[in-house]
């Protein structure tokens, strides 16, 4: 919110994204960074959990080691597989989002009006959802109710054509996506969170920390792949970003890739987590043995 809040500023020349805005934003970083690093790394408490002492993320972190995990966690694999799906259509969308309403819709000026309004709105609605998300009970019927809402608006996008009144409308749509995308930010996390205590419990150990940077790992790298793979589809169909008179098959290439086919891949990732294999009920047995486990170590220190 902050970066989008820079083409606002009084001394700025404009209200789009200029140069001038990533200069403003990089010298903001140089200070921002140091400063957070240094918050992390002297005020974040290390973990004081008994249970961590075997931990693999306390080992050597090896190869070997990051694919034992990940073979014996099933439910894990099943998540990476849906996170996949997610991460190829995030980053097919994400790498032509500037580019679509700045160089077709011909509103690259209203940048940080549309940034600022879905990111408000995202706040608001993360305390809406998280009690529906605690009402329903089943996360993996929300992430799926969610994803589905969410990339409806992509259908009517792929109509939307430069006017008088497109700001509005792609205003309108993305803010219902954004508000419906709110479910799965809730659910999401919370999922992950199930894999990781089935870890926990099935091997005995703590591994959170190599989950997670595998899950980092893999979802950068299917986001940097489906936005390259997206920059060369549109090419091969014929965009180009400074014609004001680009063909209709180059607009039809434009849309398919920025709209159809991360709607197809977001939705299918979603949409699969009603399948998932850790249901509430299962989730709540594991949450049980693991509270029954700490407590029986608890009471072996004691008694030391």
């Known amino acids: 919110m902050g970066f989008l809040l820079i083409p606002l500023l009084p001394f700025m020349s404009s209200t789009a994204m200029t140069p001038e ?3 403003v934003a990089f010298f903001i970083g140089l200070v921002i960074f140091p400063v957070s690093i240094f918050f992390l790394v002297s005020r974040v408490p290390e973990s004081t959990d008994a249970n961590d002492a075997q931990s693999p993320d306390q080992e050597k972190l090896t190869i070997s080691l990051v694919l034992d995990l990940v073979r014996k966690n099933p439910p894990f694999l099943y998540y ?26 011909r509103i690259g000026d209203k940048v940080s009006a549309i940034g600022l309004s879905l ?26 109710v969610c994803g589905f809402l969410a990339m409806s608006i992509n259908i009517p996008l792929a109509f939307l054509n430069p006017g008088e009144y497109t700001f509005a409308i792609y205003l309108a749509l993305t803010s219902f996506a954004v508000l419906a995308a709110g479910g799965i930010g809730i659910a999401n996390p919370s999922i992950f969170g199930d894999v990781i205590d089935y870890g926990t419990w099935r091997l005995k150990h703590v591994s959170a ?81 693991l ?6 170590a608890a009471r072996s220190i004691e008694s030391r």
Not at 87 to 102: E, K, T
Not at 125 to 139: E, H, M, N, S, T
Not at 291 to 296: F, I, L, M
Request: some cysteine; hydrophobic content about 50%.
């Open 119 to 144: 990111s408000v709105l995202a706040i608001l609605a993360a305390p809406f959802w998280l009690k529906v998300a605690q009402r329903l009970g089943d996360k993996r019927r929300l992430m799926a």
């Open 80 to 105: 990476l597989v849906c996170q996949t799906f997610i991460g190829l259509g995030v980053g097919m969308y994400s790498a032509h989002a500037f580019l679509y309403y700045d160089t077709y819709l």
């Open 209 to 289: 920390a190599t989950y997670t940077s595998v899950w980092s790992v893999l979802f950068k790298l299917e986001r940097s792949t489906a936005a390259g793979l997206a920059f060369l589809l549109v090419g091969l169909f014929g965009y180009d970003p400074s014609s004001d008179s680009n063909t209709p098959t180059a607009i039809l290439g434009l849309k398919l890739v920025h709209l159809i086919l991360p709607a197809i891949f977001m939705t299918l990732g979603t949409v699969m987590y009603i399948r998932f294999p850790i249901t509430p009920r299962r989730q709540a047995t594991i949450r049980k043995r």
């Open 291 to 296: 509270t029954q486990r700490a407590e029986r």
């Open 21 to 23: 805005v990533f200069e």
